[in-house]
């Protein structure tokens, strides 16, 4: 079974950068995508970002032109570089594996980032 831990998180000050992990262990193969969501403080989940198992990439207009989407093949692992972070971005990151349904049925623990002024 497939499963997801992402790492990289913290505590940063505006105009700082983070780079989070997500790892997977298992066959990822018969997945279509590999997604970004935040869920920021008292609000639900949203789309940050996701790369197509061929490579193709997506962003929500909040976080394009400073996060970027990058994967290490070999390693089984996509990496989200976060740059010119605001306090808007402070939320749990969290990982995830979709299919070519929609639906995102594998999901990592999360990992927090705080953005301070």
């Known amino acids: 079974q497939v499963q997801l831990v992402e790492t990289g998180g913290g505590s940063v000050q505006t105009g700082d950068s983070l780079k989070l992990s997500c790892e997977a262990s298992?066959?990822?193969?018969?997945?279509?995508?590999v997604a970004w969501f935040r869920q920021p403080p008292g609000e639900g989940r949203k789309f940050v970002a996701a790369?197509?198992?061929?490579?193709?990439?997506y962003y929500t207009d909040a976080v394009k032109g400073r996060f970027t989407l990058s994967r290490d093949v070999s390693k089984n692992t996509v990496y989200l570089q976060m740059d010119s972070l605001i306090p808007g971005d402070t939320a749990v990151y969290s990982c995830?594996?979709?299919?070519?349904?929609?639906?995102?049925?594998?999901w990592g623990q999360g990992t927090q980032v705080t953005v301070s002024s």
């Open positions: 790369v197509t198992m061929r490579g193709t990439t």
């Open positions: 995830a594996l979709g299919s070519s349904n929609g639906r995102y049925d594998v």
């Open positions: 298992g066959r990822t193969d018969d997945f279509y995508n």
